[in-house]
């Protein structure tokens, strides 16, 4: 093999698929499902008795979300907060925090449900109850949605555009945002850019595997992020703050985030900003032509 053919091979730099706002290379949306007590009361009511699983849980909106809305005002970018309206009634000071610091505020179920164990009718009365107590404390109906574990239902879309959301942030079919046939406009993510997979452990009931170094998991997402910027792809991270909230992890999201700002091409924006610019800039998509690949 002529291993210098490597050292001299120009670099793969394809067309962006999509185009951002004022020449930006990609958009990064900095999302934080605020879970909360749910992870553990989703999966079985009966865990509430089990005081140190609770407090796992509880320190992300406790300790978690104040510790990374310092970090959000230091680096002066905005973020999206989904919270399940169990969590915004169990902590109303928490998510007047998040809201009196100017980033916005999603739905996300109300104990977390899993909607794939839903009937139709079951999903739209806990939508419609989320929907009221995200009202009820944001003084405004809640434009965006991600789904509990990311998973929704043939219906979904539809029940959300009946209900007025703009935008999900729920499916993983692409690296960019597209519209769905009914106007919703979808913000793709991937499990990869999920703290979950890298921090989540929990002895009993098991949840995770044994939590990851914060350097790897730097990288991981770093390379990502590279990938995305030449690509020009939609940068969707996702947080949870019971576990990014603890002390490493802030530094970590620090790090990654001060390496994103420091290209000065990328375009930090809520859910909402985002579907914004995609349903007023419909060219700005670059749909894949297969007739166009090389034969």
């Known amino acids: 093999m002529d291993l210098d053919h490597f050292a001299t091979a120009r670099p793969y730099a394809p067309e962006p698929r999509f185009l951002w706002p004022g020449g930006k290379r990609c958009a990064v949306m900095l999302c934080f499902d605020v879970d909360g007590e749910t992870t553990a ?156 997979e890298q921090f989540a452990f929990n002895a009993d009931p098991a949840w995770g595997a044994v939590p990851e170094d914060c350097d790897k998991v730097f990288r991981l997402w770093w390379r990502e992020f590279e990938a995305m910027r030449l690509f020009g792809c939609c940068f969707v991270l996702t947080l949870h703050p019971w576990l990014s909230g603890r002390p490493s992890r802030v530094q970590l999201l620090e790090r990654l985030l001060s390496g994103i700002l420091a290209t000065g091409d990328a375009w930090i924006a809520t859910g909402s900003e985002i579907a914004r610019w995609v349903t007023e800039n419909p060219a700005a998509r670059r749909e894949i032509d297969f007739d166009a690949l090389p034969a």
């Not at 796992?56 to 970018?77: D, F, K, N, S, T």
């Not at 009718?121 to 809640?142: K, N």
């Not at 692409?174 to 519209?179: A, G, L, Q, S």
Request: charged content about 20%.
């Open 41 to 196: 009361l989703s999966d079985d009511l009966a865990l509430e008795v089990r005081l140190t699983t609770m407090s796992q849980c509880a320190y992300g909106p406790r300790v978690g979300v104040p510790r990374l809305l310092g970090l959000l005002e230091h680096l002066a970018v905005p973020a999206t907060f989904f919270i399940p309206s169990w969590i915004v009634e169990r902590h109303p000071r928490m998510t007047a925090a998040v809201r009196e610091a100017g980033h916005e505020i999603g739905a996300h179920g109300h104990l977390h449900e899993k909607l794939a164990t839903l009937s139709p009718e079951e999903e739209a009365a806990v939508l419609d109850r989320s929907i009221d107590i995200l009202t009820r404390h944001l003084g405004h109906a809640p434009a965006g949605y991600r789904a509990p574990w990311f998973e929704i239902n043939p219906g979904t879309a539809d029940l959300l555009v009946s209900r007025g959301f703009v935008y999900n942030a729920s499916m993983m079919s692409d690296d960019v945002p597209f519209i769905h046939p009914n106007g919703l406009v979808e913000i793709p993510g991937q499990w990869m850019l999920e703290d979950w």
